[in-house]
């Protein structure tokens, strides 16, 4: 027998005290039991997570901690440990007192004699329902986190301090165009890496500093190099004191809004710079205005004192006249700047042949350069080229063209007119060259601005200063623009280039290739007369090409509004065709004598017109028109309409 010392005993009894304490201290329920499973301790841990006061359980087996349903696997983990095996852990579930169920880690280990023999087993029980709650709460956290990243419209990006990209979310590899987060990621330049701009280092500069950055512009390129404008939104995040700094972002793709602001602020722009050139326009004009008036007032004075010899009289109503001219002038050419920029002048853009254009402008100009002794040169080449225009606006301008190249030009100088191929394909360019002083190259960008005389004022030659700012938006109106070269000494040219377009042999080619061809041997119509009032020759070509194809119709033809309403009269046709735009009266008004004259108001009238406003449509139709067709002409529509008005051929 082996006596243990007194000072053993009272070590080995405090020993005992120690455990007893911390048994009782444990949050976790402490339980020992047999081998079989009777309880034999239960400390206060287990009270609390079961419920049951020791003496309640003492005795009874320790499956009476599990549910019915759960399977209880004690029995077969104490015969583990009586034959032998060390901690034994599982994780279960339990039912409390009350029948409330838990989630449990189980640990059991062996309980032995002195001699190292197993007699019975200890069971830690650590309740997990709490952890688990954790867990659970934080999967659903972690999965409505998952679907925002993963569905949001903004791009979304984690980044180390070093610009690492960790996570982008589909949004931002779509808004920064590459095909998914691998090819993202494998990118080196992918996250604003290659943003060199001031942007991306304010960018940079804030975070440093201040740790977070909201809705900072950057533009920056995606992976093709297109250009993107986003709103970045980026803030630091540091998971806990001395652990590593990370970046959370979000780039929204701002493009479409800085495009459609960039085209406002351009629109504005151009809307102050339009209402800056009016308000100058206007005050330039009643300047401009008050000079030939303030002549007019003055001479009118002195004529009315009545103290003038007659040769004063004379020259004082010589000099209202001139002021009044003057003053015309100025009025007709600032009411149509105004009406082309106002949208107000109506343009027929029509197939008209060079040539007669020149010789229209020649004729008017002619007797002026006679008496200033100037030779005009004109080649004849491309006379016969058509271009699209408005044939007396173009004339105004070829007017104005040479009427300055003689007034500016020097006593028996010459003028040469010409045609040349434009570099612009598909234009033509028709030159207006003098032997004038050239204008000063500081000059030319003045010249064509309204008002500006660039010095003629000072001297004797008359004009407004608005000639070639109203010519310049004719052409551009035309879709053209006036050129201008000049040699100081040597003269200047000013070239138009307009749009070529088919002439009506070309036209009728067009036609007759779709199928239409004349057939004189055909059918026979009932013989009859059309009268087309029109001053564009080229159209009258076209049409008497395209009667061709109707046999038995003799056509007559007034380019002036009156005449035609003459010859309406004179020869009661059984069609008038009607343009709209002629030189003398509007075909709204041939069309409204036509209507009220009884020798004419049964006369089917149709409108060929180039504009086609629906507006005048409706108001031709009702105030008497039959129809209303547009030009180009369409020659199967006009044949179907004739056929219609002036019956069908007869079919023997
Ligand atoms: P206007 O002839 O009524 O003064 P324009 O607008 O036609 O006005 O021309 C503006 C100015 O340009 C003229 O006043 C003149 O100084 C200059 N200019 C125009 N055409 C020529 C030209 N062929 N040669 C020299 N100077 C010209």
């Excluded at 003689?406 to 040349?420: A, D, F, M, Q, R």
Aim: contains cysteine; aromatic residues 4%.
């Amino acid at each position: 027998m082996c006596a243990r010392s007194p000072d053993i005993i009272e070590r080995s009894g405090l020993a005992q005290s120690h455990l007893a304490a911390i048994v009782d201290a444990s949050d976790d329920a402490i339980i020992g039991h047999t081998l079989t499973g009777a309880i034999v301790g239960w400390n206060a841990g287990a009270e609390r997570i079961y419920g049951y006061p020791s003496g309640a359980v003492i005795g009874r087996s320790i499956g009476l901690l599990v549910p019915p349903g759960v399977p209880d696997l004690m029995p077969d983990v104490l015969r583990e440990v009586q034959q032998g095996r060390g901690l034994l852990r599982y994780n279960t579930i339990h039912a409390t007192r009350d029948g409330a169920r838990i989630d449990v880690s189980i640990t059991v280990s062996p309980v032995r004699d002195p001699s190292g023999k197993v007699i019975g087993a200890a069971t830690v029980a650590h309740n997990l329902t709490q952890h688990r709650a954790v867990e659970r709460a934080l999967q659903e956290t972690e999965n409505k986190y998952r679907t925002i990243f993963e569905h949001a419209r903004e791009g979304i990006f984690y980044a180390t301090s070093d610009g690492e990209t960790v996570a982008a979310n589909p949004a931002l590899v779509r808004l920064l165009g590459y095909d998914s987060a691998e090819d993202f990621m494998s990118d080196p330049g992918h996250l604003l890496g290659s943003w060199m701009t001031d942007q991306a280092h304010e960018l940079r500069t804030r975070l440093v500093g201040e740790g977070r950055v909201h809705d900072l512009e950057m533009e920056g390129c995606r992976k093709d190099g297109s250009k993107i404008w986003v709103s970045a939104t980026v803030v630091e995040m540091r998971e806990s004191f001395g652990s590593p700094i990370t970046y959370q972002g979000t780039l929204l793709d701002i493009s479409e809004q800085k495009g459609s602001e960039a085209s406002l602020r351009r629109e504005t722009d151009e809307a102050d710079r339009a209402n800056r050139a009016k308000t100058e326009f206007l005050s330039r004009l009643s300047h401009e205005l008050r000079t030939p008036l303030t002549s007019i007032l003055g001479f009118a004075q002195l004529l009315q004192m009545g103290r003038l010899n007659p040769v004063q009289q004379t020259e004082s109503v010589d000099n209202i006249l001139k002021a009044g001219r003057h003053l015309l002038r100025l009025i007709n050419e600032s009411v149509d700047i105004a009406g082309i920029e106002g949208g107000r002048m109506a343009f027929s853009l029509e197939p008209v042949r060079i040539g007669d254009v020149v010789k229209d402008a020649m004729d008017l100009i002619g007797p002026a350069a006679q008496q200033r002794g100037i030779e005009i040169r004109v080649f004849p080449a491309h006379a016969d080229c058509y271009l699209t225009a408005d044939r007396q606006r173009l004339v105004q301008v070829f007017l104005n063209l040479l009427s300055n190249a003689v007034k500016y030009n020097c006593e028996h100088g010459s003028i040469t007119l010409s045609c040349g191929e434009s570099e612009d394909k598909g234009k033509l360019t028709v030159l207006v060259a003098d032997t004038g002083p050239g204008i000063a190259p500081e000059l030319r960008d003045r010249i064509f601005t309204p008002f500006e005389r660039l010095g003629a004022e000072q001297s004797s030659v008359e004009g407004t200063g608005l000639g070639l700012a109203l010519s310049q938006q004719l052409v551009q109106a035309m879709g053209g623009t006036i050129v201008l070269e000049s040699e100081l000494g040597a003269g200047s040219t000013f070239s138009v280039p307009l749009p070529i377009v088919d002439g009506p042999a070309v036209q009728m080619e067009e036609m007759n290739s779709c199928g239409l061809a004349p057939d004189h041997a055909g059918p026979t119509y009932p013989p009859c007369t059309v009268l087309y009032i029109e001053d564009n020759l080229a159209n009258l070509e076209v049409m008497e090409l395209v009667l061709a194809y109707r046999p038995g119709v003799k056509l007559i033809s007034a380019m002036q509004g009156r005449l035609g309403f003459e010859l309406a009269k004179e020869h009661h046709p059984d069609l008038v065709l009607l343009d709209m735009r002629l030189a003398d009266i509007s075909g709204r008004q041939v069309l409204g004598r036509l209507q009220s004259d009884p020798a004419t108001v049964d006369i089917p009238v149709v409108i060929l017109s180039a504009e086609g406003l629906p507006g005048d449509i409706a108001s031709l139709l009702k105030a008497g028109a039959r129809a209303y067709l547009t030009k180009p002409f369409q020659m199967d529509v006009i044949l179907e309409l004739m056929e219609e008005l002036l019956g069908s051929p007869s079919t023997d």
